[in-house]
């Protein structure tokens, strides 16, 4: 069987590493970028606990790989940007297992060489077009066009503008949610300020912050916007952005006080967009393409469940697929109805739960009031069914 996976990101080199292994299969993962480009933008991830659980599931080996490139996630704190501390989770209360906190590049490193050498580098997707049941690919890779005809089961991971899924079932429509993004990844000065996962307010100004390795700090903030506006040149301003954090007291907290001073010196570097959503489609209704992470989905990044979720898609949906392969089950529209649904409904509630986490950063929204709201039972009966409930594991997803 000729199998062609779009994109070596998150979800794809999880997929090319298992389904390269099963005898008989014929893989290869197509990858825009260059061999040792890992370009991140300036960015760190804290990856959910669920993420882990399922990766640990599928593949203990490459969750033990990047155990060693990250650290752990133990905690969520949110506090007021005067230092009033208003929620204060330790996610063992909520969670199986830690998540981890790590710079993407390391991440790609880490799961691009547990991939090879089923990923080709440097390669520009020139056609996607489908053929009844099957499609056909054709690419350039260094100066010459490639081209697989009747590939049995194509796996878009080419991320959030999947050109895949453009190609074959037209573009994902964006809504945009009212918020303003930017982050920046700096060495870390706080002397031991920052540490695990935190979030700051002033007003629905929002600040947030984790250390990853070897020795950076990963900043974030959060703006409300109008959702229809672009982001205004006046908010990437030092004055402006130290005037959204201060409090009316004047007195910022130690954290604080490094975090604005952080961000102010770093305002160049700051990387800016605008949070936004888009609709789920794991799979084609005739043809056998499936949709992974990315290009499955998109979800207001407020949970830290972008690279979580593909992490998952893809644990599940390699499982299942290596589990069918070695029972002799060889029927990617079977895989493809198995997979939709064990992911359709999951994703349709991380996406919400993400929405409505991002309350606290909406105009006009009460910080205090909404972060209190994350303490009651319902707010922590939703993490429990994010960070513990992912259907389709193999028997080990219990308390590790
Ligand atoms: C600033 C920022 C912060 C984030 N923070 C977090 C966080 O803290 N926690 C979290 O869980 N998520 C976070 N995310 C989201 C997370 O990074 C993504 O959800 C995740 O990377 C998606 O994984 P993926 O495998 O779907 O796609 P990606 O990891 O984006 O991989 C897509 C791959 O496809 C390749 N590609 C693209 N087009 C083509 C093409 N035409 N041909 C061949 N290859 C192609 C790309 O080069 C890339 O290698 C963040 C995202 C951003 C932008």
């Known amino acids: 069987m000729r199998i062609v996976i779009v994109g070596a990101g998150v979800a794809g080199c999880i997929m090319a590493r298992t ?33 882990r659980m399922a990766l640990q599931a599928h593949d203990p080996e490459l969750t033990d790989a990047i155990t060693a490139a990250g650290l752990p996630w133990r905690t969520w704190r949110i506090s007021l940007t005067d230092g009033s501390v208003l929620f204060d989770l330790p996610l063992s209360q909520v969670a199986f297992n830690d998540g981890w906190r790590i710079r993407w590049s390391e991440l790609y ?47 878009a991971t080419d991320g959030r503008y999947s050109e895949v899924r453009r190609a074959l079932a037209g573009e994902a429509v964006s809504r945009m949610v009212g918020v303003a993004i930017s982050r920046v990844l700096v060495p870390n ?43 205004p040149e006046s908010l990437k301003q030092p004055e402006a952005l130290r005037a959204a954090f201060t409090p009316r007291s004047g007195a910022l907290s130690a954290q604080g006080g490094w975090l604005v001073d952080t961000i102010c010196a770093n305002v160049a570097d ?35 469940q972008g690279a979580t979720q593909a992490i998952e898609d893809a644990a599940v949906a390699a499982d299942l697929i290596a589990r069918e392969w070695t ?19 999951r994703m349709l509630f991380t996406v919400e739960f993400s929405r409505e986490a991002t309350d606290t950063m909406l105009e006009g929204a009460d910080p205090v009031a909404g972060t209190l709201h994350k303490n009651q039972p319902d707010f922590m009966a939703k993490l429990r069914r994010l960070y513990q409930e992912v259907p389709g594991l193999p028997a080990m997803a219990t308390k590790s």
Not at 327 to 345: K, Q, S, V
């Open 19 to 51: 389904l390269s292994r099963l005898s008989g299969a014929e893989v290869i993962c197509l990858e825009r970028v260059a061999q040792g480009d890992h370009a991140e933008s300036g960015t760190g991830l804290n990856i959910g606990p669920n993420a």
């Open 109 to 155: 490193r880490v799961l691009r060489e547990a991939a090879a050498p089923a990923v080709l580098y440097d390669c520009a997707i020139t056609s996607i077009v489908r053929d009844g049941n099957t499609t056909s690919i054709a690419w350039r890779q260094g100066g010459i066009e490639r081209r697989i005809e009747k590939v049995d089961f194509l796996i």
């Open 189 to 231: 000065s706080s002397n031991s300020l920052i540490d695990d996962y935190e979030q700051w307010f002033n007003g629905p100004n929002r600040l947030l912050a984790f250390r990853v390795p070897p020795d950076h700090v990963y900043v974030a903030t959060a703006f409300p916007i109008p959702a229809d506006q672009p982001i």
């Open 270 to 304: 700051m990387h800016w967009a605008r949070m936004q959503e888009h609709d789920v489609l794991y799979t084609d209704p005739d043809a056998s393409v499936l949709y992974l992470g990315d290009a499955a989905h998109g979800m207001v990044p407020t949970l830290g």
């Open 327 to 345: 029972a002799g089950r060889r029927d990617p529209r079977a895989w493809l109805e198995e997979i939709d649904a064990l992911r359709r409904e």
